[in-house]
């Protein structure tokens, strides 16, 4: 059950002004204290209170916008991918800014294309299919759907965590690296490819072949990125190698 504790500025109070309203809660019978522990920073995270306001499916859509605001990558007519786009929060971001909607007159109209290996409840603006970007063929199967190549891919996917630091670590980076070689193949020439790391050093290759193949790369830790996370963005912009000159 969960309860708020009562505010500092009540009748006879210091005059400091009243404290911050936080919500507790109890552990309760078959629930273990780490889920718990995680259902009270959920409720308390200002970034899950934006997002239901806001209609986001999840706090990780300011992430992008965070992303976007500080590189300029998600520009109205451009054809996006986003790899493991369940459940939905990076398409809504996608959708707007590209208009993909076309609500914007006069502005060029994007596509967002998102891809799960489950079904993805439908994203006005978006298309969604369910496909393993890991399968052979996947790279000539997103292109037909787009048409073409793609301006930006996106990747906010992390591997299933197993408790071990070290081994997520490298779990994260290897799927890192997976969408990059997916990125090498789909995407147009001065494109953009966003993904996901765990800060740990295991990323120093994955560093050395994005710098190869684009012309600015940095990493970025958005404000919505939790602050004990140790997750990070490599935004790697201006792409100029086509497939089989620099492949991860």
């Known amino acids: 059950m969960a309860k708020a504790p009562a505010t500092g500025a009540g009748a006879g109070g210091s005059g400091r002004g009243a404290r911050e309203l936080r919500v507790r809660v109890r552990t309760a019978r078959g ?144 799927l890192c690296e997976a969408a990059a070689a997916f990125a090498f193949d789909v995407l147009e020439e001065g494109g953009t490819f966003v993904a996901k790391v765990l800060a740990g050093g295991a990323e120093g290759g994955l560093q050395t072949r994005l710098k190869q193949g684009f012309a600015r790369v940095v990493n970025v830790k958005p404000p919505a990125s939790r602050a004990d996370s140790s997750e990070k963005y490599v935004v790697a912009t201006g792409f100029r190698a086509r497939p089989g000159t620099v492949a991860p």
């Open 31 to 174: 629930r273990k204290l780490s889920s718990t522990l995680w259902l009270e920073r959920q409720l308390n995270d200002p970034y899950v209170q934006r997002a239901r306001a806001e209609g986001f499916r999840s706090r990780a859509a300011f992430k992008l916008i965070e992303l976007d605001d500080r590189e300029r990558f998600l520009r109205p007519g451009a054809r996006v991918v986003d790899l493991g786009c369940a459940p939905g929060g990076w398409l809504q971001v996608a959708v707007e800014r590209v208009n993909a909607l076309g609500l914007r007159p006069g502005r060029p109209v994007g596509r967002v294309l998102g891809i799960d290996l489950q079904p993805v409840d439908p994203v006005p603006g978006a298309e969604t299919h369910v496909l393993d970007f890991l399968a052979e063929g996947a790279e000539a199967q997103v292109k037909a759907w787009l048409g073409g190549r793609a301006d930006v891919v996106l990747s906010d996917m992390a591997a299933a965590a197993s408790g071990h630091r070290q081994t997520d670590h490298l779990r994260i980076v290897a």
